[in-house]
């Protein structure tokens, strides 16, 4: 007897399993984690392992509040049976996030819309751009938005069953600020909007508020708690600046306005192509009655609710937008199924829409990109380097589009769809690889440490002059101190331990530093380091080998 059958329950959820799992596990764990944003919550992990301390994580020796640490220990929980955190331990919990939010999805749509418009939310969200490389990175935005998603089913549950069932979306609420701080509790905001358009006076009872919020502040409480008990004045700096300054709007800019759009494309990509056509059929049923309509109008909401939150905040990042994917996907589900399942007709969208949309992103992302003071090296490291990788990545692109124009023109959606994901796929693997193997190169950390390694073994300290200290950090499993750009290297007093700094290669002109000498030479990105000891006055002559 079979365990299970391809149209049961069990086999549709295996079945999603089967095609994410070759998606998140490809290229996992290779990234060099060459940024100080991608290397803290592994220097985090790497402490409390080092100390055996999970209550006080330490980064390079100062306690961090900047941010809860619930991605630190997911992180020292799966490095912990080796006993450090490497490249791959340090992704593995993003990796799971993706996946559980993936059949969080699935089941979401399910929820709202039926199995058809499940399976194709979830397909759809492991193959967005933003979900295929965050689920790669070890930030804490993957587990957030899986965390968001969580909270979300459970508040479409609850209004539908009540009981317990707000007491797990509350719940999951304050696990996602454990994720990221006051950014995870986006799902209130959207809830909130929603009850009031769908409940008006009455919103804040159907959604239980008081008591809700109450088990919101029993569940985030104890982060406060100990930071204020052990260092309140680092909390309350870290609140102030990193939590609620960082997020504050700011007045507009030409950046500013064209960054959200441009962060909310690549965050979607490549089914940011359907977009328009499932927003005008979205807008369509938004205008009718009865359930699905209701379904509708809460995804949008959600949708709308995240872009005005991130979209006003002072500074933007392409990883802020993740949360985004999650009601996008679940919007493509749903016109997929009432194209399919219900053969439903599309709100029509002119293709010359479709290009004057596309000249215009493409117009913005290149003046945008110009900007940047290293756009000629984020453009190496990005676009292909060959004909036949470019051939590659550009005939996965068609199919893609292919797909789409197929299933829309065609009406046969669900073979465009299958051969649209499949090109989905391809372009983000192969796209990801390529260009992994490019950044590795030129991010060489492992490389800078073997050749610092030789000069470790007698030393006070480790600095990092004008580089990022964090991926020194993980890489050297020692703390670094970092030293700015602008100012001198410090000069030792008498008695005072060597120290090695690897700097930048063109502050070392400038330096007056004694006891300077030059035992290696390398690059990291475009600019060279040079690997130097520093002895005190006084001290033994040091020779490079």
């Excluded at 220097?43 to 941010?67: C, E, F, T």
């Excluded at 049976?81 to 993936?102: E, K, M």
């Excluded at 701080?181 to 009872?205: E, I, M, S, T």
């Excluded at 002109?509 to 600019?527: F, K, M, P, Y």
């Amino acid at each position: 007897m079979r365990l299970w059958r391809p149209d049961s329950q069990r086999g549709r959820v295996l079945w999603i399993v089967a095609a994410a799992l070759p998606l998140l596990a490809s290229d996992l764990g290779r990234r060099i984690l060459a940024t100080n944003d991608e290397a803290r919550f592994a220097v985090l992990a790497q402490d409390i392992l080092a100390r055996n301390d999970w209550l006080h994580p330490m980064l390079n020796g100062s306690l961090y509040y900047n941010k809860p640490p619930l991605q630190a220990w997911l992180i020292a929980a799966a490095s912990w049976p080796r006993g450090d955190v490497t490249q791959f331990t340090a992704v593995v919990p993003s990796a799971l996030a993706a996946l559980a939010a993936t059949l969080v999805i699935w089941a979401l749509g399910r929820e709202l819309f039926g199995s058809d418009a499940g399976r194709t939310a979830a397909l759809t969200f492991i193959t967005m751009q933003g979900v295929f490389l965050h689920a790669r990175l070890p930030l804490p935005d993957m587990l957030m938005t899986a965390l968001i998603a969580a909270s979300l089913w459970m508040y479409v549950v609850a209004l539908r069953r009540g009981g317990t069932r707000w007491v797990a979306f509350y719940g999951l609420v304050g696990a996602a600020f454990w994720a990221k701080g006051p950014a995870g509790l986006l799902p209130l905001l959207v809830a909130a909007a929603a009850a009031v358009h769908r409940f008006k006076g009455a919103w804040w009872r159907r959604m239980r508020l008081p008591h809700g919020m109450l088990v919101v502040l029993l569940v985030i409480s104890p982060w406060f708690v100990l930071g204020f008990l052990t260092d309140r004045t680092a909390l309350s700096h870290a609140i102030a600046f990193d939590q609620v300054r960082w997020y504050a709007p700011a007045p507009p800019t030409f950046a500013s306005v064209v960054a959200p759009l441009q962060n909310i494309v690549s965050v979607l990509f490549p089914w940011v192509i359907v977009l328009p056509l499932v927003v005008a059929q979205a807008l369509r049923a938004a205008r009718g009655r009865g359930t699905e309509r209701e379904h509708v109008v809460f995804l949008l909401t959600w949708a709308i609710v995240t872009v005005v939150v991130v979209a006003v905040s002072r500074h933007q990042r392409m990883r802020y937008y993740v949360p985004l994917a999650v009601p996008v996907a679940l919007l493509i589900g749903w016109w997929y199924a009432g194209s399919v399942v219900k053969r439903r007709g599309e709100q029509p969208v002119k293709w010359s829409v479709y290009a004057t949309l596309a000249a215009f992103v493409a117009m913005l992302t290149l003046v945008v990109s110009a900007a940047r003071p290293r756009w000629r090296d984020d453009a190496r490291l990005l676009l292909p380097n060959s004909a036949g990788e470019a051939a590659f990545l550009l005939l996965t692109l068609a199919l893609v589009v292919f797909g789409l124009v197929l299933g829309v023109r065609v009406k046969r959606l669900a073979r465009g769809f299958a051969v649209a994901w499949a090109g989905a796929a391809l372009l983000l693997g192969s796209g990801y690889h390529w260009a992994l193997a490019r950044r590795n190169a030129v991010y060489d950390y492992p490389k800078i440490y073997a050749a610092t390694r030789p000069h470790l073994h007698d030393i006070g300290e480790l600095r990092a002059w004008g580089i990022p200290a964090l991926p020194l950090a993980l890489y050297f499993q020692r703390p670094v101190v970092p030293v700015e750009a602008d100012q001198p290297l410090p000069a030792l007093s008498p008695g005072q331990p060597s120290t090695v700094t690897v700097a930048k290669a063109s502050l070392l002109e400038r330096s007056q530093s004694a006891g300077v000498v030059i035992v290696h030479r390398d690059w990291l990105g475009s600019a060279g380091v040079a690997i130097v000891r520093q002895d005190a006055p006084g001290a033994a002559d040091f020779r490079s080998p």
